[in-house]
């Protein structure tokens, strides 16, 4: 079994129980996961199965949430899992005030990552340090943010707003949350979040776990095709020699007049390309220059 499996995260696992809990229905050790949720997190957790794990490393790192912010509280984790270090009732804050900061959190910002968060600072991850009272001083991070649409709005002594935030990869919506408050002076913390997509997965195609195992009684689970997710990369088929050589680590020179003549190189926002056979069998993952054709991963090779 090779390919992916798109997992409706439930409120309270992590990742790796998420992980450990589809190895042992599935039977099978070698199961991965891209792009770690929190706890508190639900949605999209894309799990990879067998061989598959080898290509997590190029999955787009695109993501979207929806988040819901509390304003008027501030906590050590910047969520409500975590102690409670400010609490001002803000009822006269209003949506209008709120839009005219937002557009601030749009584009290449710098956050400050959460202190409970699994960044790692000299070799050890931020939540453990924390856990033990070591004040750290988190790294500032650039990341980016595409897009944020007002979903909700609830008045009230600590008043809620509704989100969707479409970012880049290392995007802390902790910190969004955090940040907001504060320039709001009101305090904010994270009250919800569910991932509504990542790494080319969409939360209206995923499966909970329940699910899967119901799938898997009734002999209707099917794993998602390891290039499904990877179509955001160009893709050229290679002839039988040259298909043989790239699958067998050889770096091909002749082929690159095919992938220029297939694929505008100058405008690719990714040094990668899917590599077919003849038959439109995927073989694996290629780096290219202007001059070689490198086998980067090959996930199925020519016999």
């Not at 450990?20 to 039977?27: G, S």
């Not at 509504?196 to 499966?207: D, E, K, L, P, Q």
């Not at 002839?239 to 043989?244: F, M, Q, T, V």
């Not at 690719?268 to 290629?286: A, E, V, W």
Request: proline share 5%; charged share 20%.
């Amino acid at each position: 079994m090779q390919g992916f499996l798109n997992l409706n995260k439930a409120f309270g696992w992590t990742s790796h129980d998420c992980v450990a809990k589809v190895r042992k229905i599935l039977r099978l050790k070698k199961v991965g996961h891209a792009g770690t949720l929190d706890p508190a997190a639900t949605g999209v957790l894309p799990i990879a199965i067998g061989k598959a794990t080898r290509l997590l490393q190029y999955l787009p790192g695109d993501k979207a949430y929806h988040a819901t912010i509390r304003f008027g509280i501030t906590t050590t984790t910047d969520d409500l899992q975590g102690e409670i270090i400010a609490s001002q009732p803000c009822s006269d804050l209003n949506l209008q005030s709120i839009t005219a900061f937002l557009p601030q959190f749009i584009g290449k910002i710098e956050q400050i990552p959460p202190s409970y968060s699994a960044i790692q600072v000299d070799g050890k991850r931020l939540y453990d340090l924390a856990r033990q009272g070591v004040a750290v001083a988190a790294p500032v991070r650039t990341v980016e943010v595409f897009n944020i649409d007002i979903l909700d709005w609830r008045a009230g002594e600590f008043p809620e707003l509704e989100l969707a935030i479409a970012c880049g990869a290392g995007t802390y919506i902790r910190a969004i949350a955090r940040d907001l408050g504060a320039v709001l002076q009101t305090g904010g913390t994270l009250a919800a979040l569910q991932r509504t997509f990542s790494s080319g997965f969409n939360v209206t195609n995923s499966i909970t776990i329940e699910e899967l195992e119901t799938q898997l009684q009734t002999g209707n689970f099917q794993v998602i095709k390891p290039d499904l997710p990877l179509q955001y990369l160009p893709s050229l088929s290679l002839s039988a020699e040259h298909g043989k050589k790239w699958c067998q680590g050889q770096k091909i020179v002749d082929a690159i007049p095919k992938v220029s003549e297939a694929i505008d190189i100058s405008n690719l926002s990714s040094p990668y390309l899917r590599i077919y056979s003849q038959d439109s069998c995927f073989l694996g993952i290629s780096a290219f220059t202007e001059n070689l054709l490198i086998p980067a991963m090959v996930f199925e090779p020519i016999s």
